[in-house]
């Protein structure tokens, strides 16, 4: 990796760092959240945390069950051409 390309990694990072620590203090009042029976109460900024975290999960496993699926299809497709070759000989 260049030299450029790392300092802009760096100061990618830093200003992301930097934006979350704004919304985080600009979110600290309480809000009630009910979720099925049970109310919680927590502030702004940890709801947008918790909902951010839960969004990332479900991306990076759906991410991970479409590489799988892509995985074993083309295993599945290298089996039966090697399976093919044999038969031929």
Wanted: no cysteine.
């Amino acid at each position: 990796m260049s030299r450029i390309a790392s300092r802009l990694k760096w100061f990618a990072l830093l200003v992301v760092v930097v934006l979350a620590i704004i919304v985080v203090f600009q979110n600290l009042a309480q809000t009630k959240v009910d979720i099925l029976f049970f109310t919680v109460e927590m502030p702004h900024a940890a709801l947008l945390m918790l909902t951010l975290l839960t969004g990332f999960m479900v991306g990076l496993s759906a991410s991970a069950l479409w590489k799988m699926r892509t995985w074993r299809a083309r295993s599945t497709l290298a089996k039966k051409e090697t399976s093919k070759v044999d038969t031929k000989l």
